[in-house]
């Protein structure tokens, strides 16, 4: 099996545009990891949507890519190359992100995944993974927030990239189950202090297409002593009752509908789209 396939393409056809007056190049989407996977699906369908995208990734080059696949959607997009568990330089991408219209949307999709069991799990790994995908979040949620409140209609929303270890607890993840269960709390604690006005969400997905996913799959087989296809088979897809993972493009669809005006009711909620992975765990 080759586990090295490239990130599926994203088309016109496989986008959800969606009527909302708020999409607009006058209004800002920040999207973090947007050099690829999650990030850049989300990017680009938000772009296409109509809105200002301001991309942040320290993957310049991978950046750059996304933003042809923006523009060539008639979208507009800002790169800036950042590095997110560096406080001064998510300064300077928020206040550069306001200088291109009103900050309005906030996606916290940037991540990296560790595999090991906790006793063996490096100190230093853990911390790095923490401040990436759960400070770096929570900071940014901090800057963008008095904007969102100073825009006309004081509105905004902060979307977070969660998982079904939002949920569940998988072993040799123990770094990464504690940032998505974070995520969701980070959700929840914006929408208690938004009034109804600012909010936040989650989206929780299985396994997506993506390198993050792809690449982990050697060392899932390292860690449970078996072989890479029943990774796949057993770990990755054992409890889903849809047996293709999802595409990137289908996780950015989800995020630009939980950005709009068709889930004002989705107030500190979570999306989940897992193939039933969650709420049939019981069961194969």
């Known amino acids: 099996m080759d586990y090295d396939?490239?990130?599926p393409t994203i088309t016109r056809e496989n986008i959800l545009f969606l009527d909302d007056p708020a999409f607009n190049s006058d209004n800002v989407c920040l999207v973090t990891g947007a050099a690829g996977g999650i990030g850049?699906?989300?990017?680009?369908?938000?772009?296409?949507?109509?809105?200002?995208?301001?991309?942040?990734?320290l993957n310049k080059e991978g950046l750059e890519e996304t933003r042809a696949m923006a523009e060539e959607l008639g979208g507009r997009m800002i790169c800036r190359a950042a590095d997110l568990t560096v406080d001064e330089e998510l300064e300077s991408c928020v206040e550069a992100a306001a200088n291109e219209g009103d900050i309005k949307y906030l996606l916290n999709i940037g991540g990296v995944q560790h595999i090991d069991f906790i006793e063996d799990f490096p100190m230093e790994r853990f911390d790095f993974m923490q401040r990436l995908m759960v400070r770096a979040p929570f900071y940014l949620s901090k800057l963008c927030l008095p904007h969102m409140k100073a825009n006309p209609d004081g509105r905004g929303v902060v979307g977070n990239m969660a998982s079904i270890h939002a949920h569940i607890c998988t072993v040799a993840k123990t770094s990464y189950n504690i940032t998505k269960f974070s995520l969701k709390a980070l959700a929840q604690s914006i929408?208690?202090?938004?009034?109804?006005?600012?909010?936040?969400?989650?989206?929780?997905?299985g396994f997506v297409k993506t390198a993050l996913a792809l690449n982990q799959i050697p060392a899932q087989a390292e860690a449970r002593g078996i072989?890479?296809?029943e990774v796949v088979r057993e770990v990755m897809m054992g409890h889903s009752r849809v047996k293709e993972m999802m595409t990137p493009a289908e996780v950015g669809n989800i995020f630009i509908f939980g950005l709009s005006r068709f889930a004002d009711y989705l107030v500190g909620g979570d999306l989940l789209?897992?193939?039933g992975v969650v709420l049939t765990y019981a069961q194969k």
């Open 191 to 205: 929408s208690a202090e938004g009034g109804g006005k600012v909010r936040g969400f989650t989206v929780s997905t």
């Open 273 to 275: 789209f897992d193939g």
């Open 227 to 229: 072989s890479p296809e």
């Open 40 to 57: 850049r699906a989300s990017a680009v369908v938000a772009a296409a949507n109509g809105l200002t995208v301001f991309g942040i990734d």
């Open 5 to 7: 396939i490239a990130e």
